[in-house]
């Protein structure tokens, strides 16, 4: 949710809040407020589609500063959109709102739009950090009051409505929250973080001791993200709250100042409600008490209880009568634990989901576009039920890639899922038509049974979904489903992507393995040492990020496609029960660095001589190529013509490169550029 201007107008008046110095104790934390605070407020990049590792550097600083101070997280998540629609129309706004920020950032211009993988990336680091987390089964906001004030601790986070939830320990915003200043006692008595958290009493008895149980009618009459009541406007007109200014800060400032000032004169909310239906006319009067009356239920506390799930997560936990109607309480357990995204639970409750903008090309077909056959896939295993299956469209080879745009009156029979998405610069709604596969045993499963089927099915559904032969498996566990997908995107992508795509982006990977390595614990091998040199070898084109001028808007484009096929991939993956290993994205994939390597292999840099003088980073790089060139037809890659001149050149730097690279007992490893090879005619670079 979100009061308009509140956080501004408490932010000016220091009385509201109340020094505290954290230390020895719980505290509840907003999930998605805080990935997002921490991206935005950490300087990251946000126009080449995210630096995940320095991002998961962030967090772990983080949740490193609340352990030094002896503090324990338990971090609460937003599930899927709420059942009744009452955010609608804010959740639509909101999408167009990203998409004129990505226009924005595209273009050079400054804006905020959270990079696609952030909030896997943020899980993860908490899995391996072993922060306790849960992910509710819509927005958490009534659930994380319940919670802290179970345990009456404080809540963290930069949201206004905890402003007007009775807190009993209070709410401690972010940017007054000091965690990279931590300070000890000079007693020896333990370390802290220094915040301010705010108080409901200050605030109140800055307004003549107005009653607390009227604050959320304050909220509503304010505006939050479920009012939409024009016939108030009559009230707000006839009482003037903000006629004393012409600013736009100082009037939304003048309207709060006199909300309260005039709310204060009441003893209780339906006292203050009649009131407000004095100046409207009476035929608006039960439709407006009504509205009012449900949205500020929005402001109580719930009755769900997180505290045994957070004692026990193998409790069963508390499932709405909406969700526990559609979907199998494996999914639903799922669901709370975090295993499975709030993205699956909207389609199989809403059948409707909106799909995240990324910085790309506006010119072009949103990058989602590279990932529809997945998601139809996915719709398929959501929407399948005992009853429903005849009335899926069977995967059939001719309507593999066919844009579903389906007319719902014309294919009553037709199972589908809502997808808003970006076309062009505004935002359009699409009917996407769910497909069923057969598995291996050649029967329909329904999602209550997709636990049961045999992991061999579950594992070549997913790579058949993924059109990758089964070698894939043959690589590290935990990269199996990243070159699976990156498989699927050089197949999908439009228009095809260069070898010099590819390779920017295994080298990207495979800094993040050589970074795993440089880090384990325990003294270095020569090898080891070798890895070290590499490593810092590819680090410093990093440094290079603020020479790379403009955005390439193509190549973003290109590898959002590919961050778009890698998240859909990891969606399906989850859906199955994970077949495959979760790929670890914490150090898999940084925007800036991607674009610094692909222009450097533009400009005739062989992918091989950066990664001379270490036996492992070749051969894992030449392995994850092999990979993907195995399965993947000469004919999915862009090809560019080239003149002589610049032909030798690259088969002088080739034969280089492949020189550094051979084996100690002289057996050359097989090489991109070898004669033999089928690629060799495509180019590594790109003319635009």
């Keep these: 949710m979100g009061i308009h ?100 950032i595209s273009r050079g211009s400054r804006g905020t739009l959270l990079p696609l993988l952030s909030p896997e990336v943020f899980k993860q680091v908490l899995v391996q950090l072993q922060v306790p987390f849960v992910q509710c089964h819509s927005e958490a906001d009534r659930d994380i009051v319940a919670l802290a004030n179970q345990w009456a601790c404080p809540v963290v986070t930069l949201d206004s409505d905890f402003c007007i939830f009775d807190l009993k320990a209070g709410y401690c915003p972010l940017n007054y929250f000091d965690w990279k200043n931590i300070i000890t006692h000079k007693d020896h008595s333990g370390s802290y973080i220094s915040a ?14 107005i009653n607390k149980a009227l604050l959320p009618l304050f909220a509503v009459l304010n505006g939050n993200d479920y009012v939409n009541l024009p016939s108030l406007e009559t009230f707000f007109t006839r009482m003037h709250f903000h006629t004393r200014t012409s600013a736009s800060t100082g009037r939304k400032n003048m309207r709060i100042q006199g909300i309260l000032n005039w709310l204060s004169r009441f003893t209780e909310p339906k006292e203050a409600i009649e009131n407000i239906l004095k100046y409207l006319k009476q035929n608006e009067h039960e439709e407006v008490r009504k509205a009012l009356c449900s949205h500020m239920d929005e402001y109580t506390q719930s009755e769900v209880d997180l505290t045994k799930f957070f004692q026990n997560k193998d409790v069963r936990p508390h499932i709405p009568t909406v969700l526990a109607s559609k979907a199998p309480e494996w999914v ?35 990058s989602n576009r590279c990932s529809l056959y997945i998601r139809q896939v996915m719709y398929g295993l959501l929407l399948s039920t005992n009853e429903t299956s005849a009335d899926l469209t069977l995967d059939l080879s001719s309507r593999v890639s066919r844009q579903a745009g389906i007319d719902a009156e014309e294919h009553s029979k037709v199972n589908y899922v809502e997808e808003f998405d970006r076309y062009e610069q505004t935002l359009r709604k699409s009917n996407v038509q769910a497909v069923l596969k057969r598995f291996n045993s050649n029967e329909i499963h329904s999602l209550q049974r997709l636990p049961e089927i045999p992991m061999p099915d579950r594992i070549s559904f997913l790579l058949d979904t993924l059109r990758v032969k089964p070698d894939v498996q043959a690589l590290p566990a935990h990269l199996q489903l990243t070159v699976a997908a990156t498989c699927y995107w050089v197949n999908h992508a439009e228009p095809k992507v260069t070898l010099c795509h590819l390779q920017a982006l295994l080298l990207c990977i495979v800094t993040g393995e050589l970074h795993k390595i ?59 029960c994970c077949p495959l290993p979760v790929p670890d994205i914490t150090r898999l994939y940084n925007g800036t660095f991607v674009h610094c390597l692909y222009q450097e292999l533009k400009s005739m840099v062989a992918a091989e001589d950066l990664l001379k003088g270490s036996l492992v980073a070749g051969e894992f790089y030449r392995e994850l190529l092999h990979t993907v060139t195995a399965t993947i037809p000469a004919a999915a890659f862009r090809k560019k013509r080239k003149s002589k001149s610049r032909d030798k050149l690259k088969e002088k730097q080739t034969t280089t490169s492949t020189t550094s690279l051979v084996r100690k007992d002289d057996q050359r490893l097989p090489t991109w550029h070898d004669a033999n090879n089928r690629f060799a005619a495509l180019s590594t670079e790109d003319f635009r």
Excluded at 47 to 53: F, S
Excluded at 199 to 206: K, L
Aim: charged share 20%; net charge neutral.
């Design 518 to 576: 440089i880090n384990k614990p325990g003294n270095w091998s020569s090898e080891e040492k070798g890895v070290g040199m590499v490593y810092d070898r590819l680090s410093r084109l990093r440094h290079r990020k603020q020479q790379m001028g403009n955005l390439d808007v193509d190549v973003a484009h290109d590898f959002c496609q590919w961050q778009s096929c890698l998240l859909m991939g990891i969606y399906l993956n989850q859906l199955l």
């Design 5 to 104: 201007g509140l956080m501004t107008y408490i932010g000016e008046n220091h009385n509201f809040f109340n020094a505290i110095k954290l230390q020895n104790t719980k505290i509840v934390i907003d999930g998605n407020n805080l990935f997002h605070r921490l991206y935005f407020d950490s300087s990251l990049d946000l126009k080449h589609g995210g630096e995940y590792d320095l991002f998961t550097d962030v967090i772990c600083k983080f949740f490193e500063a609340l352990s030094v101070c002896n503090i324990t997280p338990y971090v609460v998540f937003d599930g899927g959109c709420d059942c009744t629609d009452k955010k609608f129309e804010t959740i639509k706004q909101r999408a167009r709102d990203k998409i004129q920020k990505a226009s924005d």
């Design 196 to 209: 301010q958290y705010f108080s409901v009493e200050n605030f109140c008895n800055h307004f003549s001791c």
């Design 332 to 366: 639903c357990v799922a669901l709370m634990k975090g295993g499975l995204a709030p993205f699956l639970s909207d389609c199989l409750i809403l059948k409707r989901t909106f799909l995240h903008t990324q910085v790309e090309n506006m010119g072009r077909p949103s």
